[in-house]
């Protein structure tokens, strides 16, 4: 079991930037790709970013790219998502997710554990 708690979202002006945290614990967490997902009201949940290990592979959807980077500390057992120049279409609970075949797929039923997710909201 792995267990994943987000943290580090809010309220912010369009333009403005905000760092996610993701805190695993239980199994080791280097043996795990790592994913952030968001999901807006009324929409699916859907691929943002992943990363496969440590200064490894990483993957971005078409809508972040240049915005959005991917990262984790596998010392820490931590993963980041940083978000800048964001915008009021990326309001939504952002999710971490946990994949145990260490391909960080953009499928999210590919995801074995997840977090309860942290509410970014933009501003215009």
């Known amino acids: 079991q792995v267990q994943l708690v987000e943290s580090g979202g809010g309220l912010v002006q369009a333009g403005g930037s905000l760092r996610l945290s993701c805190a695993a614990s239980?199994?080791?967490?280097?043996?795990?790709?790592m994913a952030w997902f968001r999901q807006a009201p009324g929409k699916e949940r859907e691929f943002v970013a992943g990363?496969?290990?440590?200064?490894?592979?990483?993957f971005y959807a078409d809508f972040v790219k240049g915005r959005f980077t991917v990262s984790r500390d596998d010392a820490k057992n931590l993963a980041f998502l940083q978000m800048n120049s964001l915008k009021p279409e990326d309001t939504a609970v952002y999710y971490c997710?946990?994949?145990?075949?260490?391909?960080?797929?953009?499928?999210?039923?590919?995801?074995?554990?997840w977090g309860q997710g942290t509410q970014v909201t933009v501003s215009s």
């Open positions: 239980g199994r080791t967490f280097s043996d795990y790709a």
């Open positions: 990363i496969r290990w440590s200064g490894g592979e990483t």
């Open positions: 997710a946990a994949d145990a075949r260490r391909l960080a797929p953009s499928r999210r039923y590919d995801y074995d554990y």
